[in-house]
């Protein structure tokens, strides 16, 4: 039997879709579909599509994606070749969600190339949900984690330049306005079944022991299974205030596409945050059918796309501030 909460999102898809009936719904899905954030986002979905066009589980396919940013020396915001903080120390903010409301993170974590897979561990071998510094570092080498030097020397000389440049004062958003590159991917698989994954080493130069909103579930990335998935990028204090990925979600079951519930909740951003106009956020969302979307603030942020019939590609979002 159909729950109350079911029929509800699947009213609201219809609606949004323009579809009067199930079985147009259903000749209308896309499946599956991966999408992810930046240029990187590319070699991140063809790991995911391996998985996904084999009739693979999106968890797995959001896990394996997100692997290929974290382990690429030359993406700066993620992983093995992310930025330090202001004190040197690369630290890594990473979660995972399920579409039925399982999910892991953790943050401030130091010295684990693959922060994503001890973020499905901690939900998937724990009660908890969210694990940090140290005692998630313990976590990891306990279940088979190997540790591993995660400063790179292009990261270090940038360190060593900025910290010249810099001696005193730290003022984190205005200095780090141009490193935004997390990736957030969402996917949705043959069956149907919704997961995301999101993981980043956080603003460059940030203050030691800042976490942002990438593993914060509901900011950084939510998932449900009923209607949809969303992942921000940008400046994660901004992405908080607002609840991003979770307004993303739920504009998406009110009726939105996804490309509105992005844009409506890039304004809810705009409105809790005054110096707005300063900083980059951006949202993607997929939904039930697997129609996605992408909006942001400043007009520099693109989003991968990848499914049956266009293949993997590059999406300019929408943004509410016009090129310069
Ligand atoms: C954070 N949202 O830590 C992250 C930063 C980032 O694309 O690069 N996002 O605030």
Redesign the pocket.
Known sequence: MISRRQFVGTTALVASGGMSTLAEQKQAMNRPVVIS??RHGLAANEAAWKILYKGGRALDAVEAGVCVSESDPNVS?VGVGGLPDASGEVTL?ACIMGGNGDCGSVAYLKDIEHPISVARMVMEKTPHVMMVGEGAKQFALANGMKEKKLLTPSATDEWKKWKSEHPDAIKHREINIE????I?LVAIDAAGNLSGACT????AW?LPG?????PIIGA?LYVDNEVGAAS??????A?IRAVGSFLVVELMRQGNSPQDACRLATERVIEKNPDWREF?V?FIAINKLGQVGGYCIQPDFDYAVHDKQSGNRMVKAPSRLPAK
Not at 179 to 182: K, Q, R, Y
């Open positions: 954030t930046w915001s903010d490193n935004h590159d997390t957030g980043t080493s956080g603003l940030k800042r976490v942002g909103d990438s950084g921000a990028t940008g400046v994660g204090e992405v980059q951006g």
